[in-house]
């Protein structure tokens, strides 16, 4: 090879984990580079050495055999088992544009689902959902999906408490200034786990959360994890670096300790009355429940210590410290993702009022604090200004369901629903379209999915590698990864924005998904319409210039687009203002800045919510008894609660088949940790491979034994590529360790209908067969 073949140059990127300098030359992809500003970068990044590999990715349009014989007249059960065959983009684009249009033209708009979820790419441009909802909304609309499963429960009963969009108020957590300057502990539900700050939506100029974290401790802030998991609170990829008190809680037991919290706070007459009357209703309405006068049952520090395994004592000394100073009390997303998980969030809010610290700088709740990293980690930097995204129009159809309810609405068309006030009806799906998610990775009890998915007439997929929903798709687009293509990165959360060049060819004969929806679109009559006669390049720097100008209007200077597409990533720090967050306006002059709740207040008992009528979410926030949970009958048969958590080698089911991501498995499966003490009770070591199993399915994991994780608890991240040993079985083991087969597919309740994974529980034993051979990181049978 000649030095110039071997000639190398670096590139911008911008992904949800970091912003990277791509090293590539005519080979391919050589290495990949954290910015110097970025001084704590995960190595997540170095996955994107992967992106090529041959193994996962897509070469070329491919049809499902059957379907490519009969269309949607065929066996639709064949997904998954019959081989796919290749053929040309016009052939594909003709197939999907006339399946489109018979549904369109048969039965409605409304039959074809397009909810599309997922964190896919980036960049502004190449965004694969408002890519493709723009593309189906100039079709004439289709069923959509609301809210979302990381954070449905929460988005669904915060505006009902405090007004304001849950999304908004992540964002708007103390700062670790505030902190440092004027708190003195941090009780942390569900933590705040350095593994999540690995990411930020819409990319991440620099990770700070650890150096921040440290300054905290440094300046002798008390940090307390509620979790069954330790390391929860102050530990990466590196190790442990802070050692937080640990309250090994059982799973789902947070509601029952802020209770005993908030009983304290009032029998021992620590609450902050004058907080309460101003700034909050309905108290008297909620104090008969918490002091045991409507039920007989005081939920007092012992009641709450029966639930919780965590001593009563520890809960009233706990109540007196945060009533002592101030303080923050903070509560992870992973809490409202189980039954009844809209409780966690509004009694959390009750627990805040009633210490009275909500709007004081470095005080009060931090809603999802760390769960994306610039969630508590920003600071008050926020970007004023609006990022400018390829716009998605609007939708004609009125049409749409809970995001985790589509295999309900998928196996059950017609069926009404309550869902936060309102009915909803299932509409009867005959197409699905999924670009740029993988919901055989984020939804609750595969199996079930997986009959599902075998309804709608036909499933179109742009995928860019060999996931299960592509596996078990009739026409498949090879798609781009966006270093093979051109775009920009930014977002209205992070500070930094960047271009993203094309560092290599697309691969074999992908295409972005622009330009996958432009053929459709051309076969359908609409592709001037799509494009608006706009290329690539010229759509980066329309959507650039725009963010420009919306800066301008705000103050902020931003270089012009031939420097901006020249140069690397840039922060407009400096140039933002600090804000004032919301609940600090309120609580300055509640007349002026009231909260949209009908009171104006923090509504602790809310009459909208009592209204709806619900047995399973009533007028405040309460405790429920769970269908599983340790002690509970069902925990006879499965005794082990199942924690299935976000990963650390990789974002959601991203690059499983990355080095990082593979690298971290044991056996080619998914790492399994669990508690010495129950290891030893099934003869169990660390690096043997176990079946989980329970009444929904089963799957295999590698063991990894750790005392960072309570008795009775065991804890398989989500992402694993889904992989049933046998397609055509419709209860097969799954061999690769995805937990999704094993968690329940139930809505939270009948407000928020948000997904409930971590109400599971199982058993696990030594799988002493031979191992099946992973295949999820190979090609599936082509013809």
Same mark, same amino acid.
Not at 532 to 549: A, H, P
Not at 769 to 772: F, T
């Given at each position: ?17 970091? &912003?990277?300098?791509?090293e ?21 990044g ?10 996962v ?20 059960s ?6 796919f065959v290749?053929?040309?983009?016009q052939?594909?684009?003709e ?7 018979r ?10 689902y397009?909810g ?5 790419s ?8 408002s ?13 959509r ?6 954070t ?5 009963i ?6 304001v ?15 440092i ?15 999540n $700050?690995?990411v930020?939506a ?12 440290l300054s905290m ?7 307390v994890?509620?979790?069954?998991v ?5 530990t ?10 640990w ?5 789902? #037991?947070? =509601? ?5 919290l ?9 609450q902050d009355?004058q ?27 012992v ?11 520890e ?11 101030? #303080? =923050?009390?903070?509560i ?14 509004w009694?959390i809010?009750?627990?805040?009022a ?33 990022t ?6 609007? &939708? ?9 309810r ?10 009404? /629903?309550?869902?936060?006030?309102k ?10 379209y ?12 595969l ?5 599902a ?6 499933i179109?997929?742009?995928?860019q ?7 078990q798709a009739?026409i ?17 959360y ?21 330009? /996958? ?14 494009t ?18 919306n ?10 687009? !031939? ?6 990533q840039f922060?407009?720090?400096?140039? =933002?203002?600090? *804000?004032?967050?919301p609940l !600090? ?10 909260l ?17 009528g ?19 009958a069902r925990?006879?048969r ?5 924690? #299935? ?39 169990i ?15 295999l ?5 750790? !005392?960072a994780i ?7 991240? $989500? ?24 968690t329940?597919?139930i ?21 002493t067969?031979?191992?099946?051979e *992973? ?6 049978p082509? /013809?």
């Open positions: 090879m000649t030095d110039s073949a071997k000639q190398s140059k670096l590139s911008p990127t911008c992904t949800h984990w970091g &912003n990277y300098l791509v590539a030359d005519r080979t391919g992809i050589t290495a990949i580079h954290p910015y110097a500003e970025d001084s704590e970068p995960t190595p997540i170095q996955s994107l050495l992967d992106s090529l590999d041959k193994g990715r897509i070469p070329q349009p491919m049809v499902r055999a059957g379907y490519l014989k009969d269309e949607w007249n065929g066996d639709s064949q997904r998954g088992i019959e081989p290749p053929v040309s983009w052939k594909a684009s197939l999907a544009a006339g399946a489109l249009q549904v369109k033209d048969q039965f409605g708009n409304q039959s074809i397009g599309s979820y997922g964190w896919a980036a960049g502004r441009f190449h965004h694969s959902q890519q493709l909802h723009r593309f189906l909304n100039q079709f004439g609309g289709y069923t999906s609301v809210t979302s499963y990381s449905a429960a929460a988005e669904t915060i505006p009902h408490v405090l007004g969009s849950f999304m908004q108020l992540v964002f708007h957590a103390p700062t670790s200034i505030d902190i300057k004027n708190t003195r502990t941090m009780l942390l539900f569900g933590g705040a786990a350095m593994k $700050t690995q930020n819409g990319g991440l100029g620099v990770h700070t959360a650890r150096s921040q974290l401790r440094e300046a002798g802030v008390r940090m994890c509620v979790s069954p330790r390391d929860d609170v102050g990466d990829h590196e190790g442990c670096f802070i050692e937080p008190e309250w090994a809680c059982r799973p789902n #037991s947070d =509601v029952a300790i802020m209770l005993g908030a009983h304290t706070l009032i029998a021992e007459g620590l009355q907080f309460l009357d101003k700034y909050t209703v309905g108290l008297e309405r909620f104090l008969p429940y918490l002091m045991g006068h409507s039920d007989g049952q005081p939920k007092d520090a009641w709450a210590e029966s639930l919780s395994d965590i001593p009563a004592r809960i009233r000394q706990m109540a007196r410290d945060l009533a002592a100073e101030r #303080s =923050v009390v903070g992870s997303w992973s809490l409202q993702r189980q039954q009844h998980g809209e409780q966690p969030y009694m809010t009750v627990l805040g009633m210490l009275g610290h909500m709007g004081q700088p470095g005080g009060g709740v931090a809603y999802g604090y760390g769960c994306i990293h610039n969630m508590g980690f920003l600071g008050r930097r926020l970007p004023t200004f609006k400018a995204s390829f716009s998605r129009g609007s &939708n004609p159809v009125a049409d749409y369901i809970p995001v985790a589509i295999a309900d609405m998928l196996l059950n068309p017609g069926e009404r /629903i309550d869902f936060n006030g009915r909803v009806t299932y509409p009867h799906i005959r197409l699905v999924w670009a740029g998610g993988n919901p055989f990775h984020h939804h609750q009890d199996n079930r999915l997986r009959e998915w075998k309804q709608p007439d036909t179109i997929v742009n995928e590698v060999w996931t299960s929903t592509a596996r009739d498949v687009f090879p798609c781009t990864t966006m270093m093979e293509r051109n775009d920009l990165g930014g977002s209205s992070d500070h930094w924005f960047s271009p993203m060049k094309k560092v290599v060819e697309p691969y074999a004969l992908s295409r972005s998904d622009f330009e /996958i929806l432009t053929g459709i679109a051309e076969q359908l009559g609409f592709a001037q319409q799509f608006e006669g706009r290329n690539e390049m010229e759509w980066v720097r329309y959507l650039y210039e725009t963010t420009v100008d800066a301008r209007e705000k103050g902020i200077s931003m270089p012009g687009f !031939e420097e901006f597409w020249s140069d690397q922060s407009v720090e400096q140039h =933002v203002p600090e *804000i004032q967050f !600090e306006k309120f609580r300055e002059d509640p007349k002026t800045h009231p949209a709740t009908p009171s104006g207040k923090i509504e602790i008992f809310s009459s909208t919510v009592e209204g709806f619900y047995d399973d979410c009533q007028g405040h926030p309460m405790w429920f008894d769970k269908d599983e949970f340790i002690g509970s925990s006879e499965f005794p082990l609660h199942l924690i #299935s958590n976000q990963p650390r080698t990789r974002l959601h089911s991203q690059y499983d088949h990355g080095v990082t991501s593979r690298n971290a498995k044991i056996n080619d499966r998914e790492a399994m940790r669990m508690n010495p003490l129950d290891a030893g009770k099934r003869g070591s660390t690096g043997d491979v176990v079946r989980i199993f329970n009444g929904r399915g089963a799957c994991a590698g063991v990894e034994l750790t !005392e309570r008795p009775g608890v065991i804890e398989l991240a $989500t992402g694993a590529w889904y992989e049933p040993q046998d397609y055509a079985d419709p209860e097969s083991l799954e061999i690769h360790g995805n937990p999704n087969v094993l329940r597919d809505g939270t309740s009948k407000l928020a209908q948000g997904p409930t994974a971590h109400s599971c529980l199982v058993e696990v034993e030594a799988f067969e031979p191992l099946p *992973i295949k999820s990181f190979k090609q599936p082509i /013809i």
